[in-house]
């Protein structure tokens, strides 16, 4: 896996290389389960049941990094944060920014595409009880860092939704930028702004759960200030 990550010629290829991956057993159990015994409510639709790429375009000035994909979100359209909840207020969000062409983003094929702003997670499979380890984050971020080196040339803000996202950036910066990671590291915070030479700025952000939206600990005002901001310090229009 890491010899594949490491070879994808462009995002096409990563992106296909990304879905043949069986790293993680207990991840590739879970995903295959899930997509085997389905949701009722999408009990007639063919779930993806595999990793999930990234999207967006190969110039994108700003990065958002997620935790893994949602089970029947990701796993079951194939596109990440795509037909969950928090995919709602995600693209909702990224919509009132200028960042999406719709507000909405349901299936593989409804039309959705991104302005410089690249979406992808730091573990590309569907863990149980959305909790994926550290070990399984470790296996995983050979894909992570050939996505952020394949960006890398127009790439100035990153986005991390939630703690364990923010804590996957910095073997980022060792692998690809050749930069020792900050010691002590900065401590994530919905806000939480990091900057170093010559490596995109980093920018915190409460994860766009169910948990945190439905609670009001994430509102949709908290969500157009960081986005505000990743497009202030990208110099995205």
């Given at each position: ?79 990440i944060f795509t037909g969950d909840r928090s995919g709602d207020v995600l693209f909702a969000a ?48 050979p894909w992570v860092h050939r996505e952020v080196e394949l960006i890398r040339p127009t790439l ?21 930028y050749g930069q020792r990671p900050p010691t002590p590291r900065p401590v994530f915070g919905h ?47």
């Amino acid at each position: 896996m890491v010899a594949r990550a490491a070879r994808a010629t462009d995002l096409t290829d990563l992106d296909g290389a990304v879905g043949d991956c069986f790293a993680c057993p207990r991840l590739v159990a879970w995903r295959e389960e899930v997509a085997r015994v389905k949701r009722a409510a999408f009990r007639d639709q063919d779930y993806w049941g595999r990793p999930v790429p990234g999207l967006g375009p190969p110039d994108a000035r700003i990065a958002i990094l997620g935790l893994a994909p949602a089970a029947h979100g990701g796993n079951r359209t194939g596109r990440i944060f795509t037909g969950d909840r928090s995919g709602d207020v995600l693209f909702a969000a990224l919509h009132r920014a200028g960042l999406a062409n719709q507000s909405t983003s349901v299936a593989a094929d409804d039309g959705l595409t991104l302005r410089e702003t690249r979406i992808f997670s730091a573990v590309r499979c569907a863990p149980p009880d959305n909790k994926p380890t550290p070990a399984e984050r470790d296996t995983c971020a050979p894909w992570v860092h050939r996505e952020v080196e394949l960006i890398r040339p127009t790439l100035r803000v990153v986005v991390a939704l939630g703690a364990f996202a923010w804590a996957a950036w910095w073997p980022v910066l060792r692998q690809v930028y050749g930069q020792r990671p900050p010691t002590p590291r900065p401590v994530f915070g919905h806000g939480a702004h990091w900057s170093g030479e010559s490596v995109p700025a980093l920018l915190g952000c409460y994860h766009v759960s169910q948990q945190n939206t439905f609670t009001g600990r994430l509102t949709p005002a908290m969500l157009d200030d960081v986005f505000t901001r990743a497009k202030q310090l990208s110099g995205v229009d």
